[in-house]
């Protein structure tokens, strides 16, 4: 396992729906994640888990607390920085895809290439190889709505590695998927995580799909109220 990639130490989120009706959403959270883990954060519905992942994907600010991610202290960042780290820093696969309905999959895959400055000649070779990765060469040119909900989704994760993020960071990546293509999808990350040893945090309500990752973070009440280890896939540990 490689060094401290995320630090979140006493991380406070409030919200402010008329003073004095403070909501504080999350009530101290502390979590590590490090380079080249896999690790679930689970929660009820109404856990923090959605906060969460806003503030570790630099969507949000904390109220309170310290985020470091990959040697940047979050909270002295400007919004220019901000907006730079999240298309560098941070690759996201979301539940609801998020693609752009009048680009091709190959344009999706290229375009956060496109914000980082990369020549079009390269990115376009890479989002091919991307696409490959993923089983999706033979679709690269379609658009979004010729596109079933898994392609959509590899499609997607082919998109969040586009500039080797130092994070992905999945929001219920499979969460409008069937069984079988939720298999699919989540073979894809374990070969991410074993062969380009990338750092995943998987943000799910399901437990079985949890438990394959390395670490499941447990959030009720906006705390963790328990870490456990994780590894199992097909019912072997």
Same mark, same amino acid.
């Not at 590899?154 to 079988?180: F, H, W």
């Not at 394959?212 to 705390?223: A, P």
């Given at each position: ?79 220019? &920085? ?54 999706? &060469? ?13 392609? &959509? ?25 069937? $069984? ?17 040893? &990338? ?37 072997? $540990?």
């Amino acid at each position: 396992m490689g060094e401290k990639i995320i630090s979140l130490k006493g991380i406070k989120k409030s919200f402010f729906i008329g003073k004095p009706n403070e909501l504080e959403v999350l009530h101290g959270i502390d979590f590590e994640v490090n380079e080249g883990e896999f690790v679930a954060v689970v929660g009820e519905s109404g856990s923090g888990k959605s906060t969460l992942m806003n503030i570790i994907g630099v969507l949000d600010r904390q109220t309170e607390g310290e985020y470091i991610l990959d040697g940047i202290d979050i909270s002295k960042a400007n919004d220019k &920085k901000l907006s730079e780290i999240r298309n560098k820093k941070v690759g996201f696969v979301f539940q609801t895809f998020n693609l752009i309905g009048r680009q091709s999959a190959l344009k999706n895959v290229e375009l956060p290439m496109l914000y980082n400055g990369v020549n079009k000649r390269e990115r376009t070779k890479r989002a091919e190889e991307l696409l490959e990765m993923v089983n999706m &060469k033979d679709r690269m040119k379609h658009k979004p709505n010729e596109l079933s909900g898994g392609q &959509k989704q590899r499609v997607s994760i082919a998109r969040a590695i586009a500039n080797d993020p130092a994070v992905i960071l999945a929001d219920e990546p499979t969460g409008a998927l069937d $069984s079988q293509t939720s298999r699919t999808v989540m073979d894809i990350f374990h070969r991410l995580h074993k062969e380009q040893h &990338k750092t995943i945090i998987l943000i799910t309500h399901n437990k079985e799909i949890a438990d394959e990752c390395d670490r499941v973070i447990t959030l009720k009440d906006g705390m963790i109220i328990n870490e456990s280890k994780g590894g199992k896939r097909n019912g072997i $540990s």
